[in-house]
């Protein structure tokens, strides 16, 4: 399995890490396939908050598989957020629309709990924190 990006502790989003040299995955595709995954994770906003789920901080990992299977790991703002049963189906969706991806599988994860800390700068703009 590769891993294709990985939440830096100290940051709000996903960030792009070092391909191992033994991925089925060509580099330059490997590389299309993420900004594009990305991409389209920015598609997918909390209905309770004016900004996507990327820049909240809410996706904790990403794995692209030789096979082309997403692994996405995330969370949500509160565990009793009203769309908890929804989100993984809209970034399932989302995901899915991905040139070249073939399977996506999404993870709720409550650990580390999320907190407005985890916002990217953009987002924090976008609910008037700045």
């Known amino acids: ?26 580099p330059e595709e490997l590389a299309r396939l993420s900004e594009d995954i990305v991409a389209a994770l920015k598609t ?22 030789d096979d082309r299977t997403v692994d996405i790991q995330m969370t949500l703002t509160a565990p009793g957020c009203p769309v908890a049963g929804e989100m993984p189906v809209w970034v399932e969706n989302a995901v899915s629309s991905v040139e ?5 599988r999404v993870e709720i994860v409550f650990d580390p709990p999320w907190t407005p800390e985890r916002m990217s700068e953009e987002a924090q703009v976008a609910v008037g924190w700045f």
């Open 1 to 26: 399995m590769t891993d294709a990006m990985e939440q830096k502790a100290d940051t709000a989003t996903a960030d792009v890490t070092d391909v191992p040299p033994a991925s089925a995955i060509p």
């Open 44 to 65: 997918v906003y909390d209905p309770e908050i004016p900004a996507d789920i990327y820049e909240l901080g809410l996706i904790y990992k990403i794995d692209i598989e």
């Open 100 to 104: 070249g991806i073939q399977l996506v």
